[in-house]
Structures are given as C-alpha cells and as structure tokens.
C-alpha cells in the first residue's frame, strides 16, 4: 500500500504535465508531445549516448522511415511483427513505416563489399519508429507509438562475439551508474516457441552467447522462451528508487537475419562468411525511459539533466541590476538560468521554483547585491550557502556537466 501511494505521488504523466515537459493528446494517439523543457531532457540524454558512442568506437548512421514490405518479408517481421506495424502505399506498392531499424542496418552493411578487416562494425540509429501498439497497452510514456530508441548494431565475427559483448556492458553499467541505478538484473532468454532459422543456428547462438556471458562474469537469471524470434538474448533489468523493476537494455545474438538477407564479409582466407548481427540498446525507448527516470527522481532530476537549472530570484527590486549580471553569469557559463525579478514575495519565489522542481536557487538582496555574493538554496535543502559569484559559478557549472565531462 505505501509503494503504491508512493508510486502515485511519482506518476510520470502527471509530473510531466506539472512541470512543462510532456502532454498527449488524441489528435495523435499514444504519441507524445515535448514542450521546451522536455526537449530539453530528451535532448541531453541523446546528446550524452552519442558522447559516449564516439569513446566506444560506434558511428552514427541515417536510414529511411519506410520500407517496401519485401524487406520486411525478407528479414521474417512481416510474419512475426505485422499486426504492430503500420502500412502505406506509395505508387501503388506497399511499404511499411519502420518499427525497428535492424533490416535498414542490413541494408547499410549490403551497400559495400566487406573483409574481416573491417569488422566489427559498430552502427547507431536514432531514427524515430513507430509501433500499432494496442490502445489497451498503451500507457504515458511506458508504451508509446512513437519513439527513438539508443538503437545500434554490431557486425562481428563468431571469434569477436565475447569481446563485443564485454564491450557493451561494460558501456551498459557506466550508463546505468551516471543516471543513478545501482541495482541491475541480467536475464538470459533463450529460444521462443516461434522463432526463425533452424534448431542447430540457435544451438550455435544460444552457446556464443552463454559463452560470452560466462567470459563477462555476469550473473544471469534463465527467462525460458523468451528470446526474439531471430536470436537469443541478454536483458537488463533496473531497479528503480522505490524497488520497480524496469527491463531496460537488451544484446541479442543474430545468426538468422544476415543469412535471410545474404550479408557477407571476405574473410582471412579469402572465402565468404556470414557476420554475426548483434542488436542492442541501453536505455532503450527514449521516451520510456525519461518516464522511468520522472518516476524514479520524482521529478527532481539530477542538476546536468534538469531541463532548467537555476534560478536567480531577487528580494528587493534593488537587487534587479546584480541579478541580472548574475544571470548573465550563469547562462554564460552555459547553465540553464531564468531571472525572477518579479514583485512577489520571496518566499513566494521560493515555494513556485521548489514546487516546480528547480534544482538551485540564488536568493539575491541588497546585502549580496553589496557583497558580490550569492545565497545558494538547493531543493529540498533548509539551509542557503553564501558564495562569492565567481565560486558559485564555477561550482555550479562543474556539477551540471555531463558525467562524461567529470571523469
């Protein structure tokens, strides 16, 4: 009863009305609309995966919305994922609109000759897709028609699956640490009842992957007919601040689409060989996992992902010149700073910034308009510290960097 009353109070889609982020709204189901301050949220958690794609040796690649439904046919998800797919027609031929990009990156490693030089090849995609998920299940954020995934695919060799795969999480934890998840589950999914490719690929894949697993020193939990329908898989389930399990990322092991698509690299001895197609992601649904994080800070967003970071708010209109220069400070410094110069109370201003959720706010009266200095009041804190400008400045932009930026 008191995680549920909890778990009301963190309630992603009233929080994110609340503070400006997200609204839905039937004239496009299911399929979120980002305010400014959401933008920005989604924004620096993109930008912050892309940060770290470029340190784990992943290129950034573009590939279409819609596909002729022969692709589909081609890879097996037209005949195991139709009924959540949508469909145009275009020049009186049917197309389907993406729900998933792994065909496009087959296509992408098709359009040039490969040696086993060149592998693994390591490709992320952020083009958004969308899924004809069932009114019934779809809820906020959690289950969307419209989403961009930190979507990427490896192609590899058998020999390089181990290595690939200690890559990933050891990319996978450092994520899941900067955005303040401790508690991870791994879980080992292994063939489903329907699946493509044959019982020995899978006895291959599924061994590569246990292989690897085993090489990882991860400790896994069996999740009997659970794997997709091309490959068996690893899931990774987080713990959130009031004990709710979230399966997050996932690495799946894919011997059956490069076959089905005909993907080849030339190897050392100069034959042909089929690549191994590693399908993975961290976070997942963007858009799922901002509201798992609403619900796991409870709104109050650490200070380098909160869509507005300070505020400078004054006690006395004498005070209205400093802080401005406060504020110009601030911005650029590049934090994301508002003035409240307005002629309201300054407990008022207080109580408005806390209940909407700011991070810091620099109180300003004429003694510190005097002094030089600022009085810093962090959420949820009683006490307010006294800096000198240039300190607070300083202090202020080192935390709200990435945690990229930190380490």
Request: net charge negative.
């Amino acid at each position: 009863l008191k995680r549920r009353e909890e778990a009301e109070k963190r309630d992603h889609r009233r929080l994110g009305r609340a503070l400006g982020l997200f609204f839905f709204d039937p004239i496009a189901p299911a399929s979120p609309f980002f305010l400014p301050k959401g933008a920005v949220v989604m924004n620096s958690l993109i930008n912050y995966v892309k940060e770290l794609y470029e340190k784990y040796g992943y290129q950034e690649v573009m590939t279409p919305q819609i596909f002729n439904t022969d692709l589909w046919k081609k890879s097996g998800h037209l005949e195991a994922y139709a009924e959540n797919m949508y469909f145009v027609d275009v020049d009186d031929r049917e197309f389907g609109v993406k729900p998933m990009n792994c065909p496009a990156a087959a296509m992408l490693y098709q359009a040039d000759s490969r040696s086993y030089r060149d592998l693994p090849l390591r490709w992320a995609d952020f083009g958004r897709l969308h899924r004809n998920e069932r009114s019934g299940v779809t809820q906020g954020l959690f289950r969307v028609r419209s989403m961009v995934q930190d979507d990427a695919h490896i192609f590899c060799t058998e020999d390089q699956i181990t290595s690939e795969t200690q890559a990933f999480c050891r990319l996978l934890q450092s994520v899941y640490k900067d955005l303040g998840f401790e508690d991870v589950i791994v879980k080992f999914s292994d063939r489903p009842e329907v699946r493509a490719g044959s019982d020995e690929t899978w006895d291959k894949a599924e061994r590569a992957l246990q292989d690897a697993t085993t090489a990882t020193v991860l400790e896994t939990e069996l999740n009997t007919g659970d794997g997709a329908f091309y490959g068996p898989k690893l899931d990774f389930v987080l713990r959130d601040a009031i004990g709710r399990d979230w399966q997050c990322g996932t690495l799946q092991v894919d011997f059956v689409l490069p076959e089905r698509l005909d993907a080849h690299y030339i190897g050392e001895d100069g034959e042909k060989h089929r690549p191994v197609m590693l399908h993975r992601t961290i976070l997942g649904s963007f858009e799922r996992f901002l509201g798992i994080l609403i619900e796991h800070y409870a709104g109050k967003f650490p200070l380098w992902l909160a869509p507005l970071q300070v505020v400078v708010a004054t006690i006395t209109f004498e005070a209205d010149d400093y802080a401005t220069r406060v504020h110009a400070a601030l911005c650029e410094a590049g934090l994301k700073a508002e003035l409240d110069i307005r002629n309201e109370k300054i407990n008022y201003k207080i109580r408005e910034h806390s209940v909407a959720k700011v991070p810091i706010i620099l109180v300003i009266g004429a003694k510190e308009a005097a002094d030089g200095t600022v009085a810093m009041r962090r959420l949820g804190g009683k006490d307010q510290e006294n800096l000198v400008l240039k300190e607070a400045t300083g202090r202020l932009q080192e935390e709200a960097a990435s945690p990229l930026a930190r380490t």
